[in-house]
């Protein structure tokens, strides 16, 4: 039990410290603000070691962050060929096709009334069907390789930057559009120098909900269909022979891809946005 005492004691006084740095002059700054989320994460596998080692909760229901991180770096080649067949091949592929198809296919419907009013109702029906049950058909389609799962992609990424996309065309006041009808811009003129910055910020937002359905959509179709790698495979593979370790290692790699990309994606909106008001005022 000195485990599970030991992490609690710990748990108190790293709230204490966050609670004393957020109330803090310096809560503003950057280092801070890094600080306190980090000493937050490591409280919770802190925490998650003492009560897993506190408590003998058995390694098959729920292995400690220690066994895990020892099955991440003893499992790095097949960690490693595992993120390229997913993450690489499957979702990267899929999010370019996808986001570029529903980025075109806005500015087609924006171009165009007919477009918006048919295209629209079948994107969200599309949208709505369960990846559960479009996954194994795609499968079949495209293959057991990466084009399958990158196939999945584009359809679950597809109507979120549409619809994000279509708003954002639309988000310019009758006025600046028709301060540019007065200097005779063409369509295009107007779109470029006016309604595409204008609609950066919604595109981005987006972007941004894509990063995490294009993961989830890579890993989730390799559990209908597989080559001998790939993060969904390894996982389905693992949880059949009871090894939660290499499960919670998979996922661990998948967690810290998807937010690394989730912050590209965010560092890029901030260096083209950052005219935006959103963007006013973060440092």
Not at 133 to 142: D, E, K, T
Not at 181 to 189: E, G, H, K, L, P
Not at 252 to 265: E, I, K, Q, T
Not at 270 to 275: L, R
Request: proline share 5%; net charge positive.
């Amino acid at each position: 039990m000195s485990w599970l005492w030991g992490a609690i004691l710990f748990w108190l006084g790293a709230w204490a410290l966050n609670a004393r740095l957020a109330g803090s002059r310096f809560a503003g700054r950057k280092v801070v603000r890094f600080f306190v989320p980090a000493l937050f994460g490591v409280t919770l596998l802190v925490l998650w070691e003492g009560i897993v080692r506190g408590l003998g909760v058995p390694g098959v229901i729920l292995p400690p962050p220690s066994a895990i991180w020892e099955t991440i770096t003893g499992a790095v080649p097949v960690l490693w060929g595992d993120f390229v067949q997913t993450i690489v091949k499957g979702a990267l592929s899929g999010y370019v096709i996808g986001c570029g198809a529903a980025f075109l296919t806005a500015v087609a419907i924006d171009r165009s009334p007919f477009l918006q009013r048919g295209l629209l109702p079948v994107g969200n029906f599309v949208a709505a069907l369960p990846i559960v049950g479009i996954a194994p058909i795609l499968v079949m389609w495209f293959g057991f390789d990466w084009q399958s799962k990158a196939a999945v992609v584009v359809v679950m990424v597809f109507f979120p930057v549409l619809v994000n996309t279509v708003a954002g065309l639309a988000a310019t006041e009758r006025m600046q559009r028709d301060l540019m009808a007065t200097y005779s811009a063409s369509y295009w003129q107007t779109l470029f120098k006016l309604r595409l910055p204008a609609a950066m910020p919604f595109v981005f937002n987006g972007l941004k909900i894509a990063t995490t359905l294009a993961l989830i959509g890579a890993i989730v179709a390799e559990f209908f269909g597989s080559p001998i790698r790939g993060m969904g495979f390894r996982i389905s593979t693992e949880v059949g022979r009871l090894a939660l370790d290499m499960v919670w290692a998979e996922i661990a790699v998948a967690a810290v891809a998807g937010s690394a990309f989730y912050g590209l994606v965010a560092a890029t909106e901030k260096a083209v946005t950052f005219w935006h008001p959103s963007q006013r005022g973060r440092k």
